[in-house]
């Protein structure tokens, strides 16, 4: 894999030099989401989309150990994982883009916010806010070498990149859910939390400080797209601060990101448009995290920590036929569940009866994992899919490894072009490989119930 992403930054610096002398054609998340046609796009369009969902598990409890009868946290529903049925607005976004006409064609600009009920909104279960989740300005003056700074989405994995209201699905595999889709700690959760009455330790479980990062940085890219013997190869470089939305940097290392994709389009244009895309990707960037010291009982000052993403896969779409798989790997800061795989905060039989669950992160561990996406158009208004997606998690240390594993079967109605309802059932497993099937840890993952999701997505 090391040698793959040295030769995608070597190809990548190639084609930007090539991409000088050559006009960007191809439709790609990279050109749909960080530029405007000159020639066409209004000085300000008013745009966005709603997503009423439904999702629901059996709600089966933690079935052993020191949290047994507990709310299992991964029957509950996101964000508020407080039930296992709800009816919520997924996603409620609104934002304006175009250029800046009259006063300079070759300047645009993306602005999004998001009203919904998501990890954006709701960082830990608290009281909902908007926030904005774009503000990006392009700059298009370098032939090939296009200049984007703000907040926008990072040039990483397919499920993160491409426009959410169209996705097939309506949840993200389980590496993306917790490999990528990150979410943000102050500590690495090892310690005994208590409840606030009692200050033997920091007085709570560890949670995020900071709404999910979204797929999306502040910094700034360069990039382009361009035509090459009837391809159109595009490729990202980014320099980010690699702490949130709508936060500043809060350590002396930067994230960077690289991007290459090459896309043979059949027909048609924007984000359904017939092709067969191959892409790779990477990331890496350090942490800050305090780590519970055993033999102190404390807390230690923030150690950095690195954190580093990588995937490659492809998409294909043409006439009723639609495919896709990625591969990717995590390396350090590795989201690990609760405790006991209980409801962050329920309540523990263990010592005085008040330790409570919390969130864990493992800073030197990894990951792997891919999923396969098949679909097919059975009717124009009526798609069936169905995905595999697993998840290969706390690889380096045998008792901790968990593997995860779920079959998707979907199906869409498309009412027109902007108005559509999916229905989605995961097929949901979990097991510890290398525990015994009596193990504690294989009993509570026995218990992972499948879920069931129905949503509406309207676009105007």
């Not at 033997?200 to 990039?223: H, K, L, M, Y």
């Not at 097929?427 to 193990?439: F, Y």
């Amino acid at each position: 894999m090391n040698q793959l992403f040295k030769k995608t930054l070597l190809a990548a610096a190639v084609t930007a030099g090539m991409a000088a002398t050559m006009q960007a054609q191809a439709a790609n998340w990279l050109m749909l989401q960080g530029t405007e046609p000159a020639d066409a796009a209004p000085r300000a369009k008013l745009w966005g989309f709603l997503q009423p969902t439904y999702r629901a598990t059996k709600g089966s409890k933690v079935a052993a150990g020191a949290w047994a009868g507990e709310p299992a946290q991964f029957n509950l529903i996101a964000p508020h994982l407080s039930s296992n049925k709800e009816f919520s607005i997924h996603r409620a976004r609104i934002g304006v883009r175009g250029v800046g006409f009259p006063l300079n064609a070759k300047v645009n600009y993306f602005f999004l916010a998001e009203f919904g009920s998501n990890g954006i909104t709701w960082p830990n279960g608290g009281d909902g806010q908007a926030r904005i989740t774009d503000a990006s300005v392009t700059y298009n003056y370098i032939p090939g070498a296009r200049i984007r700074a703000g907040l926008f989405k990072t040039p990483t994995a397919e499920e993160g990149l491409q426009a959410i209201h169209v996705f097939d699905y309506v949840n993200f595999t389980s590496f993306s859910n917790q490999m990528l889709l990150e979410r943000y700690f102050t500590t690495d959760g090892a310690g005994t939390y208590v409840t606030p009455t009692d200050n033997s330790n920091v007085g709570g479980p560890n949670g995020p400080n900071a709404p999910v990062g979204a797929f999306r940085d502040i910094g700034v890219q360069v990039f382009d797209t361009f035509k090459t013997g009837g391809w159109d190869t595009s490729y990202a470089v980014m320099i980010g601060n690699g702490n949130g939305i709508n936060r500043g940097d809060n350590n002396d290392h930067l994230d960077k990101y690289f991007y290459l994709s090459t896309e043979k389009v059949f027909a048609g244009k924007g984000p359904r448009v017939q092709s067969l895309k191959l892409f790779l990707w990477a990331q890496t960037g350090k942490r800050d995290l305090q780590i519970f010291d055993k033999t102190s009982g404390k807390y230690t000052d923030p150690e950095t920590f690195d954190r580093k993403r990588r995937g490659l896969g492809f998409t294909f779409r043409k006439d009723k036929y639609r495919a896709a798989a990625e591969y990717m790997t995590a390396d350090g800061m590795i989201f690990n569940g609760t405790d006991g795989g209980a409801k962050v905060g329920s309540k523990s039989s263990a010592a005085t009866g008040n330790v409570v669950a919390s969130f864990n992160v493992e800073p030197n561990e990894k990951a792997k994992g891919y999923y396969v996406h098949l679909g097919y158009a059975v009717l124009r208004q009526l798609e069936l899919d169905v995905r595999y997606d697993t998840l290969d998690r706390a690889t380096e240390t045998a008792a901790k490894e968990r593997k995860f594993k779920t079959t998707t079967l979907g199906a869409q109605w498309f009412f027109d072009k902007k108005n559509r309802i999916t229905f989605n059932y995961e097929i949901r497993s979990a097991e510890a490989p290398n525990l015994p099937s009596t193990h504690n840890a294989n009993k509570i993952l026995d218990e992972m119930d499948n879920r069931a999701s129905v949503q509406i997505t309207s676009i105007f």
